[in-house]
């Protein structure tokens, strides 16, 4: 670990082979708390390249409990998070609606680390049980249209660095892997990052693929489509900065669509936007990041015709019905 310190001192990079090598070696156990926890913190300080994001991914993806769910059209929605922006769990809820729409989901989610609130804080707080059961995981996407993975039964290797993200609690480079590391290798895939720099990291890597994906950061950092400013997307259609105003909609303030301050509070909201009693920002917040999910999927579909789509299965409780059947079924 020492010589790898030094290299990050340096400010040098890591070749897409070496970087594939450092983070099995992590996963493994092969360093201890303290030079994992320096190690993490020091590359924080620096730019992340497309070839040490796409060698850590590769490690990742080899160690992981392969997912099979003998599908050919998932989508994932999944931020990086580390935007610091404290948001209810915006693209968890948009993942219902677009299950709820008639599209398969596999929503790879985790604990919060960065945040207060993560997707499997609030789906663990209202009665979803954790599984890495294929057969389940397939019954789910059949009954209900979207699956449930939480990270760390699918990337068991993690487990030696998950106490130190939490004691470090602030981004590190495991928050970009999170949406490229889904097991179910999903074919679609919209991304939200927390700066522009790492978008177009992401936006080479995917390019370099075969997966439909948009990638997303509004302007003012977050890493959804927040209706609080304007916000910048990454496609196979190239780079779009899309305005607020243009999708017909009013600029939000930060606070109509923060979180709670606990769990329960975060779930109640959670569960208010699918109960068709959240507020007209949160609904169109939501509704929006699922829109864009839709059109990821459907790209020659119009903004607003994926929209509707949304909002009809948010208006009909038909992605309220998609969750109560996740839930009940597992």
Do not use: W
């Not at 059949?142 to 030696?160: D, R």
């Amino acid at each position: 670990m020492k010589k790898i310190l030094n290299y990050l001192f340096e400010n040098k990079t890591f070749s897409r082979e070496q970087s594939r090598e450092v983070l099995t070696s992590i996963a493994k156990g092969d360093f201890n708390n303290s030079q994992m926890a320096a190690f993490m913190t020091a590359y924080c300080m620096r730019s992340i390249t497309v070839d040490e994001l796409e060698g850590f991914r590769d490690a990742m993806l080899d160690l992981c409990l392969q997912t099979d769910l003998e599908t050919n059209e998932l989508i994932d929605l999944c931020g990086t998070g580390g935007d610091s922006k404290d948001t209810f769990n915006i693209s968890t809820l948009a993942s219902f609606v677009v299950a709820g729409a008639g599209y398969k989901v596999a929503k790879h989610g985790n604990y919060g680390v960065s945040s207060g609130c993560g997707s499997s804080n609030v789906m663990e707080f209202l009665g979803y049980r954790f599984t890495n059961d294929i057969d389940q995981l397939k019954r789910s996407l059949n009954t209900s249209n979207i699956c449930f993975l939480h990270a760390p039964l699918f990337h068991p290797a993690m487990k030696t660095v998950a106490p130190i993200r939490r004691e470090l609690g602030v981004k590190t480079f495991f928050n970009m892997l999170g949406p490229l590391v889904n097991p179910a290798k999903p074919n679609n895939q919209l991304v939200g990052v927390y700066n522009l720099e790492l978008a177009r990291v992401y936006a080479y890597l995917y390019q370099k693929s075969d997966i439909k994906y948009t990638i997303l950061n509004a302007l003012d950092g977050y890493d959804e489509v927040s209706l609080t400013g304007d916000y910048k997307t990454f496609s196979a259609e190239g780079e779009k900065i899309n305005s607020i105003e243009s999708l017909g909609f009013e600029k939000l303030k930060p606070e109509e669509i923060t979180g709670g301050s606990t769990v329960k509070e975060s779930a109640d909201i959670f569960m208010n936007v699918l109960k068709g009693e959240a507020t007209p920002a949160q609904n169109n917040v939501v509704l929006c990041n699922a829109a864009l999910a839709i059109k990821t999927i459907r790209p020659e579909k119009l903004f607003g015709d994926c929209f509707y789509e949304a909002d009809e299965a948010l208006i009909s409780k038909k992605a309220l019905r998609s969750f109560e059947t996740l839930v009940s079924s597992n």
